[in-house]
């Protein structure tokens, strides 16, 4: 894909670590943004990478009106070589790909568009962070920008990539965040957009984090749309347990994103020789092995945080905790492997890492 290049006559501060750790996640953004323009018959034309700024868009916009966008998440890292690396942004581009057939957008020529990603991420090299604990986070996201009021599909649409430092995603970085188990509010269900990942499944997420925050919770843990019983996943991010020395995580169905970071999780547990479980697992089903001490650790796991422990869940009158607040032995070493891989600090064995620069 031939790329047209105009670069920003008057670059940005780029944060310090000492400044970014007092910026909120995703609130800053680097001098540059992606664009790609789809028409029905013309196809993905007139790729540029343009000064990071407000887009025109019309009133009518499709996107405006009928919530016609989707979205992906990747991090770009300093690697120990000084180049920088993504983490497995090709599962990224095929799962963008997924996301656009649920929506009736577009397909996506998935290797042109990451390479349009990496050309963007190389030109705003200088904003990726070399401590611990940061990156440069990356945002593809389509949206329909046909001027219409109807419900269909639009014929035309925009993608576009911004790129934002950050630090990490929760304040306490690996300690122990407490998150509340919402039985009232659903955040999607079969059949609906749960396994796309589109604007609404986050909007719908809003009122019940609202709740959360103010009793006092960092997150919202959902459960499923029909009964209330089954684990699902929290408002942005997957879940894990450790049961019996088993790493548990809900089994996908259609309701819950299927997070690269929660594949990784999978793959690495495995490759060590335990048993990682997918699996329809009840609220009540978690609070019995809690109580029992087998249910002994945790964690949350997404592009954003990467692997977030849990030291406390509430449900009701119960609360769960889990190793006394504190992050578990293999939440530990999960959260070391995964980090290491997507710093260079530990061998790729996978081959996940994709060189930028």
Known sequence: MEI??????KQKHIPTQEELGDIKFGTVFTDHMLLINYSEGKGWYDARIVPYGPVSLDPAACCLHYGQLIFEGMKAYKAKDGGVVMFRPEQNMERMNQSCDRMCIAPIKESEMLEAIAELVRIDS???PSVPGTALYVRPFIYADEPFLGVHPSSSFTFAT???PVGPYFKGGLTPTRIYVEDNYVRAV????GAAKCAGNYAASLKAQ????AAGYAQVLYLDGAERK???ELGGM???FVIDDEVVTPELNGSILPGITRKSVIEVVRSWGMKAR???ISIQELADANKAGRATEAFCAGTAAVISPIGELKWRDKVMIFNDGKIGATTQRIYDEITGIQTGAVADKFGWLYKVC
Do not use: D, H, M, P
């Open 278 to 280: 997918e699996c329809a």
């Open 162 to 164: 911004i790129l934002s």
């Open 190 to 193: 079969r059949g609906g957009t």
């Open 4 to 9: 047209r290049i105009e670069k920003t006559a």
């Open 230 to 232: 089954y684990i699902e």
């Open 238 to 240: 997957n879940v894990f």
């Open 210 to 213: 609202n709740e959360a925050t």
């Open 126 to 128: 200088a904003w990726v």
